[in-house]
């Protein structure tokens, strides 16, 4: 009934009068700038789009629930881990990586897979990938590695040649390599693949003592992945085939789910792997740490306005509460500076205002004040410092996490194994992946390779040539080069190689 119609208004609640037609001085006009509806409307649309991320730029989400189902207490004092049965809300997003907002969700590329879990103790981020690994080791190089992932700015085009000519310089991503060139680099689905924390984070109990540990959520639905050929037609038919898959299948209520794992070490096993426990270039092996399952992650709500509640998420693996914290993996420590800072930049100081960044089931006590879109009444007219003796909040040193040790010298230091960058790429490749596998990452590599410069070519399959013979052989005759130039390239150090190609 026309009684029951809303008023347009403004964004500050006045009425509008007319929607169609703008003041002018005259039916020809010019326009009049007394028009403050159309100021606002002009205004509003010239910002209506955000800055885009510079990585896991198009993505897809849907909110849900944590469940505990093991007692970890012994591992952590986190109260939403505390007993069997407790549900956490959570909101997933997942994502590409290198391309930006409009790419197609086919793409060879990562998949971001992040969780907010909503805690009683504050918002908990897990900022993760569907791969246990990933490219560097030193985030010093993370600018670097994306930029080749990247446009090239003379063209403006995806380049082979950036793209393997940093990967074949940086003989730490072969292990992400030969994943990404599997067809696990291809998800079928977001639905149908695994999510990883990646790095290892320190889980630590009430009684102080600590462990260090590493996320696997584990798909319920079973991996699905595309062939080379299926996602090329994927990407020309439905650019956005996973975000669409992932809204409807949460619409139909077959609510996807994930079995949330955890592989737990020690201080004293951590002194003695035959691994860096905290290099996100290795994987822990599940022989040497079965994981060990602890929840499970059903998503059953989709959002009901994508950008307030996907588009303007923002993750941070600095966001931890009492019971997790961080462990020494260099490239962790650089994103818990990185991923704040890029949501600053991307929605302004007080994004942690924003509904769905907000905790939903702790309060805020803070001395933050002000602001570019301070939220909510800025904290009134309590104290914005510390100390005072007005009441104000006080740190509480209960939630203490307890140390670990750190020595050597303040330097920038190099890593010291480099030779087994090559190891486990190489069982993956001879042990995990079948015959088909085999040739399926083959016919991947060269059909991308293959576009790159022959020097470049000699020096990446030299670098697969030193994680297997059999890989490396492979690979240069897919690409006709000389195998016997590829295993002599191989046994050169990795500035003797790039010279020698140069």
């Known amino acids: 009934m026309a009684d029951d119609k809303k008023n347009y208004t403004t964004g500050f609640g006045a009425t509008v009068d007319d929607d169609q037609n703008s003041k002018t001085a005259g039916s020809t006009g010019p326009l009049l700038i007394q028009d403050t509806h159309l100021l606002e409307k002009l205004g509003h649309f010239n910002r209506e789009r955000i800055p885009e991320r510079v990585v896991h730029a198009k993505g897809a989400g849907a909110y849900g629930y ?255 509460v009492p019971g997790i914290g961080a462990s020494p993996d260099k490239m962790l420590q650089g994103r818990l500076f990185a991923y704040h800072d890029a949501h600053i930049h991307r929605l302004g100081p007080n994004y942690h205002l924003l509904p769905v960044n907000r905790p939903r089931a702790a309060g805020v006590n803070n001395y933050q004040r002000d602001g570019l879109m301070a939220l909510g009444d800025n904290g009134g007219d309590s104290p914005n410092y510390y100390p005072n003796s007005f009441g104000g909040p006080e740190p509480s040193s209960g939630v203490a996490e307890p140390p670990f040790e750190v020595s050597g010298q303040a330097a920038r230091n190099p890593y010291v194994h480099p030779n087994d960058d090559f190891f486990q790429a190489g069982e993956l490749y001879r042990r995990v992946m079948t015959a088909e596998d085999r040739d399926h990452l083959v016919g991947n590599i060269t059909g991308h390779l293959g576009n790159a410069r022959k020097r470049i070519q000699l020096r990446q399959a030299a670098v697969f040539y030193k994680a297997d013979a059999e890989y490396g052989s492979r690979v240069a005759e897919g690409l006709a080069l000389d195998v016997k130039e590829v295993k002599r390239l191989a046994d050169m150090t990795t500035g003797d190689r790039a010279k020698a190609t140069a």
């Open 66 to 320: 944590f469940e505990v189902t093991a007692d970890v207490t012994r591992y952590t004092r986190a109260k939403f881990l505390s007993e069997i049965g407790k549900r956490t809300e959570v909101l997933a997003r997942f994502s590409t990586v290198g391309g930006e907002k409009g790419s197609a969700d086919a793409e060879r590329d990562p998949r971001g897979f992040a969780v907010k879990f909503y805690t009683e103790e504050g918002n908990y981020d897990m900022t993760g990938n569907n791969t246990p690994v990933f490219f560097i080791r030193d985030p010093l190089k993370f600018p670097d590695f994306i930029h080749t992932q990247k446009r090239h700015p003379g063209t403006n085009l995806k380049d082979p040649d950036m793209f393997w000519d940093f990967l074949s310089l940086t003989p730490e991503s072969i292990h992400q390599v030969t994943i990404l060139f599997s067809d696990r680099g291809t998800p079928r689905t977001f639905r149908n693949m695994n999510g990883y924390g990646s790095h290892t984070f320190k889980w630590y109990n009430e009684n102080g003592e600590y462990y260090w540990v590493k996320y696997h959520f584990k798909t319920e639905q079973g991996i699905q992945n595309f062939t080379r050929d299926e996602a090329t037609v994927m990407k020309g038919q439905d650019p956005d085939h996973a975000t669409r898959d992932l809204y409807e299948a949460v619409k139909r209520g077959e609510n996807p789910s994930w079995r949330v794992e955890v592989q737990v070490m020690t201080q004293g096993q951590a002194r003695e792997y035959r691994f860096n426990p905290f290099d996100v270039t290795k994987v822990w092996f599940h022989s040497d740490f079965p994981p060990v399952t602890i929840g499970k992650m059903v998503l059953n709500r989709n959002a009901k306005n994508y950008f307030a509640d996907v588009e303007q998420a923002a993750f941070s693996p600095a966001n931890f």
